[in-house]
């Protein structure tokens, strides 16, 4: 347990048309009270407005994120999406470097490095996700995988602009397999996470960062993982479709503040 204030994401991922996006937001906005947990959902770009606004009409304590975005402001970028349409949305965050954006669509760090800067330098905050392959695994390259992905992403990042990053650790062969990392290794690997933030800038960006993870988190395991030390949260991708099971993960947050 920690003095960081526990941070819930729902990646929603390539999943839910309008209605479906709609009535999960509004099931969300009935289910959860309470500011102890901070927490956001990423619903596909055609329905950030629509999931932004039911969410603003209810008062509900949910953010808005998108799940990727473009480094240019305007112009001939076609098929993407610029960080000052994603805020015209109510959209406050972005996710950058989701494995799927880095192993299926061939994202690289210096984009994702990029995405970072301008995301931070448009005033929004960043969830920075990292982790590796099964392969890197058992190679034993896990820390120097996710230390180099942390490097790379977050080279120019000013301390100040830190306090608006928040850092996702998804292991790639725990994400939708159901596999989860167990709480030790999951601990350990967050602990490698906040040493290296320490290294790049120094203990109090260090302590200061919030960590999610991400992988198969389930209400069932949430709270054994939650109640890691360096653990302040998790970015949820099939459990986030289900109102019940989103909500049980954000009580399982809660329980540990
Ligand atoms: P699952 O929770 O479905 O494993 O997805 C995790 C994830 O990728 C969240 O960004």
């Known amino acids: 347990m920690s003095t960081r204030r526990p941070f819930i994401g729902g990646n929603w991922k390539m ?10 937001a509004l099931a969300l906005a009935d289910k959860i009270t309470g500011d102890s947990v ?12 629509p999931v932004a606004t039911v969410l603003h009409e209810k008062g509900a304590p949910i953010a808005v994120g998108a799940q990727d975005v473009y480094t240019q402001s305007n112009g001939a970028f076609t098929g993407e999406v610029s960080l000052s349409m994603l805020q015209d949305c109510g959209v406050s965050t972005v996710l950058v470097g989701h494995s799927e954006r880095r192993h299926v669509i ?15 330098e448009a005033g929004m905050d960043v969830i920075l996700a990292v982790g590796e392959t099964i392969e890197q695994r058992e190679a034993d390259k896990t820390d120097s995988i996710n230390t180099g ?26 994400i939708g397999t159901g596999k989860t990392a167990t709480p030790d290794d999951a601990q350990r690997a967050h602990m490698v996470i906040r040493q290296a933030i320490a290294f790049m800038f120094d203990q109090a960006v260090a302590d200061g960062v919030r960590i999610q993870y991400g992988g198969s988190m389930k209400p069932g395991n949430a709270a054994e993982l939650l109640a890691q030390t360096d653990i302040d949260g998790g970015l949820i991708g099939g459990a ?12 399982a947050a809660a329980a540990t503040v």
Not at 15 to 24: K, M, R
Request: proline share 5%; charged share 20%.
């Open 15 to 24: 999943n839910l048309h309008q209605g479906e996006a709609v009535d999960l």
């Open 106 to 120: 061939g994202e690289t760090d210096p984009l994702i490095n990029d995405k970072v800067l301008a995301a931070l």
């Open 38 to 49: 901070q927490i956001a959902v990423f619903p596909a770009f055609p329905y950030l407005l």
């Open 149 to 174: 992905q942390l490097g790379y992403g977050l080279a120019g990042v000013s301390d100040e602009q830190m306090k608006r990053v928040t850092i996702a650790y998804e292991p790639v062969w725990a």
């Open 240 to 251: 986030s479709l289900k109102a019940d099971d989103f909500a049980g993960i954000i009580q």
